[in-house]
């Protein structure tokens, strides 16, 4: 069933067999057919443009850029659970994921009226004001889409200090041999240290072969105090599966391991939203999952993808997690035998 008062879109591939329904939940909703050149439509009451519908995305699986429109519609209910008032950095892809260039695109000095933007300080070289747009409805996740946003990565924090984060990630990334199985393995035991703690946190395939662990934290610790609980908790994890996991920095000693990248935890770094396609083949998607999933060990990330997802979502394969209910470290610094204020060195 639509929520009410939500759209979305009906229908399956191809573009000229679509609509979309506005106010779905409504007695009198309208509808509008989209055509492949492109269409005005109404999305939750605003008007979005759609272009070039049928440029291809993924040449090798036949996937455009009106079937990437249809999948962020129809899993925008969800999305936007996790995505709103985060700022965000968009890999926009204007030729294609096989089109050779891309570009990560984070200042939006022209959108929509109706797109919401927030301005957050970047601190570099030069101190310069960057205009990032923030997507808290459908409409806006369908104009991105619409401009080639193949990727959607949010900030770790929703404001209005942008400095202090309200997510603290734990990032399983593979370096080969190793890959997914070996993430799972450490996933296993990153999700019993958390719940040893009393962390609550937020399973999630990358997307690619890796997992993210997103713990809601209170947004009042400095960066360094939150990369060192990740930093520690990963010397844990390594010290326990020394032969697979590791926490080092230097490439080389990465190599058929899964690096705990504790370092993403960092000023205005970004993670993949949780339900957004990556520009891998396929057009996998980075797809929530309950931890008693990992028990299985019969996960095969390829299968959370464009065309699977959006029907998971329909049958309810959702998984229910509140970034509101945040919580405080210092219990969990305990349980790892230092002060959140240690000297711990996190080089």
């Not at 008032?85 to 695109?105: A, E, I, T, W, Y």
Request: aromatic content about 8%; glycine content about 6%; proline content about 7%.
């Amino acid at each position: 069933m639509t929520p009410r008062g939500s759209s979305v879109i009906i229908g399956l591939w191809p573009w000229n067999r679509l609509t979309i329904t506005i106010n779905a939940g409504d007695a009198n909703r309208k509808v509008e057919r989209v055509k492949p050149t492109g269409e005005i439509v109404a999305v939750s009451g605003k008007r979005v443009v759609l272009t070039n519908l049928n440029k291809p995305m993924w040449i090798k699986e036949g996937i455009t850029k009106g079937d990437m429109i249809q999948y962020y519609a129809s899993i925008a209910p969800e999305m936007l659970k996790y995505s709103r008032d985060r700022p965000l950095m968009l890999n926009r892809f204007p030729h294609g994921v096989d089109g050779g260039k891309s570009f990560v695109q984070k200042d939006w000095p022209h959108h929509p009226s109706w797109v919401k933007t927030v301005n957050v300080e970047a601190h570099g070289q030069v101190k310069k004001i960057v205009r990032h747009v923030v997507c808290n409805d459908e409409a806006t996740l369908v104009w991105l889409a619409d401009m080639a946003c193949v990727e959607i990565n949010h900030f770790l924090s929703s404001g209005p200090d942008y400095e202090k984060h309200d997510l603290l990630l734990i990032d399983l990334d593979p370096h080969a041999p190793a890959g997914f199985e070996e993430a799972v393995e450490i996933g296993l035991t990153v999700h019993s240290a958390l719940d040893h703690m009393n962390l609550r946190h937020l399973l999630k395939t990358s997307g690619h072969d890796g997992l993210h662990f997103l713990v809601p934290i209170v947004p009042k610790y400095d960066i360094e105090v939150i990369r060192r609980f990740a930093y520690l908790l990963g010397v844990l994890i390594e010290g326990l599966l020394p032969k697979i996991a590791t926490t080092s920095r230097k490439e080389n000693q990465r190599v058929g391991k899964v690096y705990i990248d504790y370092y993403q935890n960092g000023l205005f770094r970004t993670i993949a939203a949780p339900y957004s396609l990556r520009p891998t083949p396929g057009a996998r998607a980075s797809f929530p999952l309950k931890p008693e999933t990992l028990k299985k060990k019969r996960i095969d990330p390829t299968q959370f993808n464009i065309r699977t997802v959006p029907d998971l979502v329909r049958k309810g394969r959702v998984v229910e997690f509140d970034f509101g209910d945040r919580q405080r470290l210092e219990p969990a610094f305990k349980e790892l035998g230092v002060k959140p204020e240690s000297s711990t060195s996190v080089e």
